[in-house]
């Protein structure tokens, strides 16, 4: 049975998924980070004071990313690293209309069972192998992500199990298109109009999240 490839992509996206990006070598590890805030009581008579839960903090995912593209003589900041580096750009259609004020996009990392929604917080590109006219052709990309939305990582829990005549079913979070969700189901973003006809759907660019959709069988 062949590996699973982890695959990154933008989320907020009106007319479907961005291109989305494959990665050519899995991570060797993945490391998820959350921290809480909490704050200390004032207790003079103790030594250790009894401490109050202030607040959740999101958690944030570091992964390291290889890319190669000496075979194929290419230059892979082209193939690969100017789309990342595009998703930690302000996007002009994510605009807030009462500030005006732009922001990057959400992305999704997704290797097999782990699914983390987030934005990019830091990206570090080391290039590390060069054609003899100076064009590099691999690079080691790493990345953290700030939780931005509830994902799945220790469990799939999108899609689930019990669907009618043994399909399954997904229930829709915000962002979640149909092109996307048909790659994250059959590896085909093609495949939407199966979920659509399935499912009823006419209004295929609104999904309503809560919304829970019938994936027929592949």
Do not use: C
């Not at 043994?166 to 093609?190: F, H």
């Amino acid at each position: 049975m062949s590996m699973k490839k982890a695959t990154l992509a933008k989320l907020e996206n009106d007319k479907g998924v961005d291109p989305i990006l494959t990665v050519m070598f899995n991570p060797k590890d993945l490391t998820l980070t959350k921290s809480n805030t909490w704050n200390p009581k004032k207790t003079p008579k103790a030594n250790t004071p009894d401490l109050e839960f202030g607040s959740g903090g999101s958690a944030s995912l570091k992964l390291q990313l290889f890319f190669d593209t000496y075979a194929e003589q290419k230059d892979v900041r082209k193939e690969f690293l100017k789309q990342i580096y595009t998703w930690t750009q302000l996007d002009p259609k994510l605009e807030d209309k009462k500030s005006s004020k732009g922001r990057p996009p959400e992305v999704r990392f997704h290797w097999g069972a782990v699914i983390f929604d987030g934005v990019i917080q830091s990206l570090s590109q080391k290039l590390t192998l060069f054609l003899p006219d100076g064009t590099p052709v691999r690079a080691v990309v790493d990345l953290t992500l700030t939780e931005s939305r509830d994902g799945s990582f220790f469990k799939k829990q999108n899609p689930t199990s019990g669907g009618p005549g043994g399909n399954r079913v997904w229930v829709v979070r915000e962002g979640d298109t149909l092109p996307w969700i048909a790659y994250s189901e059959y590896k085909d973003a093609t495949e939407w109009r199966a979920i659509a006809d399935a499912n009823g759907l006419t209004q295929v660019r609104a999904l309503a999240p809560g919304t829970v959709l019938v994936i027929p069988n592949g």
